[in-house]
């Protein structure tokens, strides 16, 4: 099945949950200086994270099941000009 991460398309098996791509890109993206630095402050990363134009709220990241064609979008919690 096929779903997109920041308009990059990604091959998921039928099933997969949303906490999975939270856990990757979260595992990904750990050692960035923005990430770092607010989770030194806070405790959290505090990545949003928005399936098909939602915001997806995180105590149902587990429940939340991708589905081919879906987009995911994560935002880093710092951003602005």
């Excluded at 990059?8 to 939270?22: A, D, M």
Aim: proline share 6%; hydrophobic share 35%.
């Amino acid at each position: 099945m096929k779903a997109f991460i920041n308009c990059k398309e990604q091959e998921f098996p039928e099933g997969t949950k949303l906490i999975e791509v939270v856990k990757v890109i979260r595992e990904a993206k750990k050692e960035e200086p923005m990430i770092k630095t607010i989770r030194a402050k806070t405790g959290k990363d505090h990545i949003m994270f928005v399936l098909n134009g939602q915001v997806a709220p995180p105590n149902e990241y587990e429940s939340i099941e991708i589905h081919e064609g879906d987009h995911i979008r994560w935002v880093h919690p710092y951003f602005g000009g």
